[in-house]
């Protein structure tokens, strides 16, 4: 169900634990299957959770508590807003409105090409750089003026 390369990142994740405690590295595992994947179907959160011995279930409520994991599919580009009250006083709601209008669409929604997700997301951890989204829960940009995301977005376009 995954790659054999995916299947050695997680044993090295699997390797950082004592072997009675292979289920602590459900999150890292599910991160990387979902990066093969682009999202997270139930069946893969099954092979994660019985490849490393843990209940399906269990792994199934890790995925579904953090928002970093989509449950359903998303575009090629999840851009995650941060809107919590840091970013939202330094202008993440105002980002998050010029996203949704320049894509046309709403939090939760994909575009019709499949190409952009958009995500409100919980702190980044990131407040002193704001307002700032997620791509990809891979890459953090900060200090999201229009024209950086008129920019990013232009950049994301042609990927």
């Not at 209008?101 to 919980?122: C, H, M, R, S, V």
């Not at 702190?123 to 940009?141: E, F, Q, R, S």
Request: net charge negative.
């Amino acid at each position: 169900m995954l790659s054999q390369e995916s299947l050695q990142q997680i044993d090295r994740e699997i390797a950082k634990y004592p072997s009675d405690q292979r289920q602590s590295a459900v999150m890292a595992a599910l991160r990387i299957a979902q990066v093969e994947k682009g999202w997270l179907p139930k069946e893969v959160i099954g092979f994660v959770a019985d490849y490393i011995g843990m209940p399906p279930i269990a792994a199934y409520e890790v995925a579904s508590f953090y928002n970093m994991y989509d449950l359903k599919p998303v575009g090629r580009h999840k851009i995650t807003v941060c809107t919590n009250l840091p970013c939202a006083l330094s202008g993440g709601v105002h980002a998050a409105d010029y996203l949704k209008l320049k894509l046309g669409i709403d939090f939760n929604e994909t575009t019709a090409d499949g190409k952009f997700t958009l995500k409100e997301g919980e702190c980044m951890g990131a407040c002193g750089d704001a307002p700032v989204l997620l791509h990809n829960n891979h890459t953090m940009c900060s200090w999201m003026t229009t024209e950086k995301i008129d920019q990013m977005l232009a950049d994301l376009e042609d990927k």
